[in-house]
């Protein structure tokens, strides 16, 4: 199956309105506000992920200075962080080319809040804009020029620090949503 016979999926989770992810990562914590009602399918979909432990253990694989850090590709999972900051291939493939094994609906052009802020979290896709699974990128300054083609479902509330210190290589140890009711 190619990529792009991989279906539309629509996440089962429910939202509660109140969702906050909390990332634990090698260069600390960070809390983001999910943004459930501009981004509904992106939010649940990603709840869904963190909660089944998918990110777990997944090292972010792409760092851009002054524009983003990206992470939530499978295939870095059995990866070692600098085989991933070196850009090697790891057994399952290339970082940056993975996903969940399904696409979600774009919501940029219905999310009235669909703001690339500093710190804002927002998810990374192909070329087709329906192409959105895991992968996602935290913005490091504010970075409008995405606004009208990427997803933005969530606003960190703290550890804006810690995004600026993540790098390549570094390991997303958890991430758990608080606030949740599913």
């Not at 990110?55 to 200075?65: A, S």
């Amino acid at each position: 199956m190619g990529f792009f016979d991989e279906p539309l999926h629509t996440p089962e989770y429910r939202l509660g309105g109140d969702e906050v992810a909390a990332f634990t990562t090698s260069k600390g914590t960070i809390l983001v506000r999910l943004d459930g009602a501009g981004a509904p399918i992106h939010v649940a979909n990603f709840c869904e992920l963190a909660t089944s432990g998918f990110y777990d253990g997944l090292k972010f694989h792409r760092y851009v200075p002054g524009f983003v850090i990206q992470g939530g590709c499978p295939n870095t999972r059995e990866m070692s962080p600098d085989d991933v900051a070196a850009g090697r291939r790891g057994p399952d493939g290339m970082p940056g080319t993975g996903g969940p094994g399904y696409r979600i609906h774009e919501e940029f052009s219905t999310n009235p809040r669909n703001s690339h802020e500093d710190g804002a979290l927002a998810m990374a896709r192909s070329q087709d804009p329906n192409s959105a699974g895991s992968q996602f990128y935290f913005c490091l300054g504010p970075q409008h020029v995405l606004d009208s083609g990427y997803t933005v479902f969530g606003a960190t509330i703290e550890g804006k620090d810690v995004i600026g210190e993540l790098r390549q290589g570094d390991v997303i140890e958890s991430i758990r949503i608080e606030g949740a009711t599913a």
